[in-house]
């Protein structure tokens, strides 16, 4: 499959895509748990569909340490036993924050309440920004059939 445009050619990417992989470098830098940051990058990547980010997201977080238990039950979190509540917290606001046209209320307070147990308000604020991050990165792929496979780890680095 080839994309339907070459975001590396086209000048208006080059330009908008330097700030957007800068804000992507601030969430990195970001007090959130860099594994969190993965898992929460996987699953709203699963929701969207969005091959290339899961085949970037799975890579870096196995890069980083990340098991293959783990990876492959993001998107049965609810089910599975090894994610501390913390890291479920930050998947269910993921979700509820990447579903917001099925969830008319957007993220629920409870859901919040649960996050916030678990994070302090720029942990927070960086859980808010990724999945907003993320859900702008799905579709920016998703629209131009960006294809997936080939992404080495630290590639955008």
């Known amino acids: 499959m080839d994309a339907r445009l070459d975001y590396f050619t086209s000048p208006t990417a080059g330009k908008v895509l330097k700030h957007f992989m800068s804000a992507g470098k601030a969430l ?5 748990p860099a594994a969190t940051q ?6 709203v990547s699963q929701i969207n569909g969005c ?9 870096e977080a196995a890069a980083s340490g990340e ?9 049965a979190w609810r089910e599975a036993a090894v994610f501390t509540e913390a890291e479920r917290a930050a998947l269910e606001l993921a979700e509820e924050g990447t579903r917001v046209a099925d969830a008319a209320g957007g993220v ?14 720029e942990q927070l604020t960086a859980l808010v920004v990724l999945v907003s ?6 579709r920016l792929n998703i629209i131009t ?6 992404y080495e780890p630290g590639q955008f680095h």
């Open 133 to 138: 991050f993320m859900n702008t990165a799905n």
């Open 67 to 75: 098991t293959s238990v783990r990876l492959n039950l993001v998107a």
């Open 51 to 59: 091959a290339v980010c899961i085949d970037m997201h799975t890579k």
């Open 145 to 150: 059939r960006q294809p997936a496979g080939n």
């Open 108 to 121: 629920s307070d409870e859901v919040w309440a649960r996050a916030a147990k678990h994070y302090d308000d």
């Open 38 to 43: 993965e898992l929460v990058a996987l699953r």
């Open 28 to 32: 990195k830098d970001s007090p959130l």
